[in-house]
């Protein structure tokens, strides 16, 4: 498959060639001693970031936020909320970023604000306002009742009514988060204003939240029934058509893109839980939409192992467009971590897969030590879509920084906005930063692989499967280099054989860590859970 589309992309633009990394920026590091991340501890943190060899960090939401939903129910737009500092803060850190060779994206909440917007204050202060179409308003039911049988994502109807003006108005996610109108181009402008606000900045990106809801159905449809509900049907599958992946959305996305054309290598990144048919899609016509449509069939597979993996990426490389750049996610601030999905040792496995395989990765804060969720006891639950029966606090809790209390995120005597989990004193920065056989060092290793053979980072990608059921191998090739990805997802040893890519080979890495040297591929056994990446030596 080429990338080459005429415009020089064959060389690898940034956002291309490089490592994403997804900063839940209350969880990352506590300067201010107050239990909760902000600007000054992703400062403080820069070198770190730098050391992992990652090129742009993802900023999860730091608008000012009433915190119904930790930053996604935005007050404001356009400036830095009070917890997590000050737009000085955010300067500062674009700053020391760009000085360090660090891209910074931010998240863009498209779909709805907070209550407490001006936009919304204004909108439900009468019928007659000239907001009032900013927003999504019905009338009751003719029982009195909510418009339609829709159901929230944090669980319930979706309708909230204003008891002033005597109508409902729409809200997908909590009660507190209102949705826009994105028919109403006066809605588009402003946002896109807001997107200019950052670019002048400096901003390198977004990723645009919850992109493929935006435009629901006009005559606000029942949906079928019964309305699906979390988990597979929120995440895989095209079953909420009152709201999910409405035509109309394609032309918002390209004119996202074009007020992102307007500014040098900027990139647009969306989240879009569909299926693969469907995701790509929002690549545009012509390539005119997203840079990077999130792929998400890493977090979403309820498998784990060669075949489904193979199957993963043929049906994913089959759906892209003739010049789309791929993608891979494989966790987030919405989902379990992948060492709680797939184990210690196939979560080494999982990163060696990730940062090799053809496309960006973006990758999640902590999965590079291999963190785990954390049991959250319901006493110290936060998360509002817990009342749906699916918490995703687990997956957010306080970055494992050191043997130090609260792992070194927070000082000794403040409280974690959400607990450390109790593997800290083994699974921290401190402790493997030491040891050359850590999850750590291994994600260290694999970056600094990537960046030194174009064959990851540009290079064609051939899955060469064959009849092996619990391998997975794929060849990265680029201008003579030549990469060799095995991954062994058995509980047994698995002799690999001859292949049809030559004999010789040098070990850069194995998911062990404790392999080094030249190798025969005929004679060449993988360890049950094992991966390794081989540099070919001949010309095969």
Known sequence: MSFDDGSGMAEGLWWQTGVIYQIYPRSFSDASGDGVGDLRGVINRLDYIVGLGIDAIWLSPIYPSPMADFGYDVSSYVDIDPVFGTLDDFDELLSQAHQRGIRVILDLVLNHTSDEHPWFIESRSSRSSPKRDWYLWRDPAPDGGVPNNWTAFFGGSTWELDEGTGQFYLHLCHRKQPDLNWRNPDVRAAIYDVMRFWFDRGVDGFRIDALWILIKDEDFTDNPEPPSQHGEGFIGGYMRPGFEDHSEVQDIVSEMRMVADEYPERVLMGEIYLPVERLVRYYGEDLTGLHLPFNFGLVTTTEWGARSASRLVATYEAALPEGAWPNWVLGNHDQPRIASRAGEADSRMAQMLLLTLQGTPICYFGDELGMRDCVIPDEFTVDPQAAAGRSRDGARTPMQWSLAPHAGFTTPHAVPWLPVDGSYPNINVEVQDVDPRSHLSLFRRLIELRREHPALHLGSQKVMNGDREELLV???????????????????????????????ARVLCSTLMDRFGDVYISSLELRSHEGLLLALTDAG
Not at 475 to 481: A, M, T, V, Y
């Open 474 to 504: 794929f060849l990265r090739e680029h201008n003579g280099d030549r990469v060799l990805v095995i991954l062994n997802f058995g509980s047994s040893v698995l002799a690999v054989d001859s292949m049809e890519v030559g004999e010789k």
